[in-house]
């Protein structure tokens, strides 16, 4: 499948190498930088707007995958090395960028950590991956179907601890 990439300035470009690429073969993701001209601090508990310098155009589907209501989305999340160094992560993981945005992306970082930490101009903040998403429409209905099931309505810690 192939993502169109525009970057958004000369500084972008400079920062990606004029390119957007996976590091290793069949990673899932591709690493996304903080496209900002000077340092940028986030404090212990804070979060950022960090813009990553491009924009992106998702492509559309096949008629025969769209019938069934299949599309794309892209999906900003943390990179697992960035956490577990720093504490740092995505706020909203995984953040959706729908296929009909058209502006910048960016990611929404917070510091989970109990240290300030400096963003530096390029440095890798998140990722990006490209995901099939299901467009569907949701119908008001008196009752949900009776589904017989183990779980029930128990929700948040129905499966214990142990």
């Known amino acids: ?11 972008a470009a400079h920062l990606y190498g004029g390119k957007l690429e996976r590091k290793h073969e069949r990673d899932a993701g591709v690493d996304v930088r903080a496209c ?5 601090t986030v404090p212990p508990g804070g979060r950022a707007k960090v813009p ?3 924009k ?3 492509p559309f589907l096949p008629a025969d995958l769209q ?3 299949l599309e794309v989305e892209a999906q900003i999340r943390p ?3 960035y956490f577990n160094d720093f504490g740092i992560s995505v706020g909203n993981a995984p953040g959706t960028v729908d296929a009909s945005y058209t502006g910048e992306v960016c990611a929404l970082i917070e510091n989970r950590s109990n240290a300030a930490h400096v963003i530096t101009p390029g440095e890798r903040i998140a990722q990006l991956v490209v995901a099939p998403v299901f467009n ?5 209905v008196e009752h949900l179907p009776t589904v017989a099931t183990t779980r029930g309505d128990n929700g948040f810690g129905s499966t214990g601890t142990a």
């Open 67 to 69: 019938a069934l209501g």
């Open 136 to 140: 569907c429409s949701f119908r008001p």
């Open 79 to 81: 990179r697992s090395g």
């Open 52 to 54: 990553t310098g491009i």
């Open 1 to 11: 499948m192939q993502v169109d990439l525009q970057f958004v300035s000369s500084l």
């Open 56 to 58: 992106i155009a998702l």
């Open 36 to 40: 900002i001209e000077s340092t940028m």
